[in-house]
C-alpha cells in the first residue's frame, strides 16, 4: 500500500529552465510534507517542507504547491542548476501518534543538463 | 557540527548470517530512526527510539532483526540470520527536540548485499 507515490521515476531539465517533481499522497491523515534530496552514496538531506495550513511555501529557489482536496504537492525548482541532479524524495507525515513518523514517496530522479 | 556517522559503509554477508549496523547520531539528538531502503524504493522506517526508548517499531521484523540504544546515543541494527530480501541500504537518522518537525538528518547508509 503505497500511502506516497511519486509516479516520474526520472526528470531532465535544462540548465535554466524550471524543474516541477509531483507527489501524490493518499492518507487523508497527512498533514505535514516535505521534500529530501539525496546525492549517491549519501543520505538523504531535507530540502523544504510545508504544513496543511498552507498552499505554498517556498525558499530561495525552492517552491512546493500544496492542493489538498487533490492530496498533491509539487516542488518546482526555479533556475533550475546542475548540482540540482540528485534523487528528490517526497515525505508525508501525521502529527497524531509517533508524531515524527515520515512515510517517503519512491523518489524522482532529477537530471539538469547543460 | 558533526553529522550522523555510521558504520560499516558496506557490508556482504551470505544469507543466515547474521550482520551488525552501528550510528552515531547528532549529539544532543534525543529521536533516532533506523531505515531501509531497497533499491528502487524509498526509505521505510524499522524502528524510531527517543533516548533509549522505543517509540515504534511496528513494521521491524521482530523475528530477525534487533535494534538498541543503549544510554540512549548509540544505536546497533541487528539482523540474524539474514535472507536475500534484506539486501538494502540501512540508514540511521536523527532529530533534535527543537528541529523543524519532521527534519531528520541521514547518515550515509549501510549498503548491505545478501548472498
Known amino acids: 500500500d503505497q500511502q506516497v507515490k511519486q509516479n516520474s521515476p526520472s526528470l531532465s531539465v535544462q540548465e535554466g529552465r524550471i524543474s516541477i517533481l509531483n507527489c501524490d499522497y493518499t492518507n487523508s491523515m497527512f498533514d505535514y510534507f516535505l521534500w529530501y534530496k539525496k546525492y549517491p552514496a549519501e543520505g538523504p538531506t531535507f530540502l523544504i517542507s510545508?504544513?496543511?495550513?498552507?498552499d505554498k511555501n517556498e525558499d530561495g529557489r525552492f517552491t512546493v504547491f500544496l492542493n489538498k482536496s487533490a492530496k498533491h504537492l509539487s516542488l518546482h525548482i526555479v533556475p533550475s542548476q546542475p548540482g540540482d541532479s540528485a534523487v528528490y524524495f517526497c515525505?508525508?507525515?501525521?502529527?497524531?501518534?509517533?508524531?515524527?513518523?515520515?512515510?517517503f514517496g519512491t523518489g524522482t530522479r532529477l537530471q539538469v543538463t547543460l | 557540527e558533526a553529522g550522523v556517522a555510521q558504520s560499516p559503509r558496506y557490508k556482504i554477508i551470505e544469507k543466515r548470517q547474521s550482520v551488525a549496523f552501528w550510528c552515531n547520531p547528532i549529539s544532543g539528538h534525543a529521536t533516532l530512526y533506523w531505515y531501509q531502503q531497497i533499491l528502487g524504493q524509498g526509505p521505510k522506517l524499522l524502528i524510531q527510539?527517543?533516548?533509549?526508548?522505543?517509540?515504534?517499531d511496528s513494521q521491524l521484523p521482530k523475528d530477525r532483526f534487533s535494534a538498541e540504544r543503549l544510554k540512549g546515543v548509540d544505536s546497533t541494527l541487528k539482523i540474524q540470520p539474514a535472507k536475500l530480501e534484506d539486501s538494502a541500504v540501512y540508514l540511521c537518522?536523527?532529530?533534535?527536540?527543537?528541529?523543524?518537525?519532521?527534519?531528520?538528518?541521514f547518515g550515509p547508509g549501510t549498503r548491505l548485499t545478501v548472498t
Open positions: 527510539f527517543q533516548n533509549n526508548g522505543v517509540v515504534d
Open positions: 537518522a536523527s532529530r533534535s527536540r527543537t528541529g523543524l518537525f519532521g527534519e531528520q538528518y
Open positions: 510545508i504544513s496543511s495550513i498552507k
Open positions: 515525505a508525508a507525515s501525521g502529527r497524531t501518534g509517533t508524531a515524527s513518523k515520515l512515510t
